[in-house]
């Protein structure tokens, strides 16, 4: 199946730093990727749709602002975590569409644990 | 999207089958049944989906009910590499952006 890797897979930082996590498709190319926030004990919640070459769509009530999304090749989208706070920790997860399979079909990465002290 | 209720949480032994079911009684007819699960502190992987038939690969079955108001998915042997959250989503087809929007999920704890 179609790869998804996340970088990096658990990152420190300060209160006040902005933290930035990359989320590359492998073996595929992807015009669209996701972004998913999960807290302890939670199920994922969709931040953001990232677009190859156009600006990402926040879902409702994510501060585009502070979750600064780039999507600038077919591989790669970047998620950037801006004056991050303690409240911001959490499991940071991207996926992608299936190139070849049912386009209904995403494939996710392995996730990036946040943790804001 | 339509919503999806599934238990909380299920037990199975090793080495059984397990029935993972799911309710969808306001699934419309273009909606995709996906079922992805999550293992502890990994991303979700894909599992199978379907539209109207029963569907089988090498990781489960998807059984769906004639009306499609529900669906079961089945794991012929639950080993403990199973243990995970299995979600259910539906997903509208013929559109250009899928969101998945995940529910609660089911919790499956294998036991040895």
């Known amino acids: 199946g179609a790869v998804v890797s996340q970088h990096p897979s658990r990152v420190i930082c300060k209160s006040g730093t902005s933290v930035k996590i990359e989320c590359r498709s492998l073996?595929?190319?992807?015009?669209?990727m996701f972004w998913y926030r999960q807290f302890p004990k939670q199920s994922l919640m969709l931040m953001a749709t990232?677009?190859?070459?156009?600006?990402?769509?926040?879902e409702q009530g994510v501060e585009k602002d502070k979750f600064l999304i780039n999507h600038a090749s077919l591989t790669l989208s970047t998620l950037t975590v801006t004056s991050a706070h303690p409240e911001d920790s959490s499991f940071y997860i991207c996926?992608?569409?299936?190139?070849?399979?049912?386009?209904?079909?995403?494939?996710f990465g392995p996730g990036t644990r946040l943790l804001v002290l | 999207d339509a919503k999806t209720t599934q238990p909380n949480s299920m037990e199975s032994n090793e080495e059984e089958p397990v029935h993972l079911p799911c309710n969808h009684s306001?699934?419309?007819?273009?909606?995709?049944i996906h079922w992805y699960r999550q293992l502890p502190s990994q991303g979700p992987e894909y599992v199978i989906h379907?539209?109207?038939s029963n569907v089988n690969n090498r990781m489960a079955s998807l059984a769906i009910a004639e009306d499609r108001k529900s669906s079961t998915l089945i794991l012929h042997r639950a080993t403990l590499r199973d243990a995970a959250v299995y979600y259910c989503?539906?997903?509208?087809?013929?559109?250009?952006?899928?969101?998945?929007?995940f529910g609660k999920g089911t919790l499956l704890t294998v036991n040895p």
């Open positions: 996926s992608a569409n299936s190139p070849g399979g049912a386009r209904e079909t995403q494939y």
């Open positions: 073996d595929f190319q992807a015009t669209t």
């Open positions: 990232s677009n190859e070459g156009s600006k990402a769509t926040y």
């Open positions: 306001t699934i419309s007819g273009t909606d995709y």
């Open positions: 379907g539209l109207t």
């Open positions: 989503i539906l997903i509208a087809s013929g559109g250009s952006n899928y969101k998945l929007t």
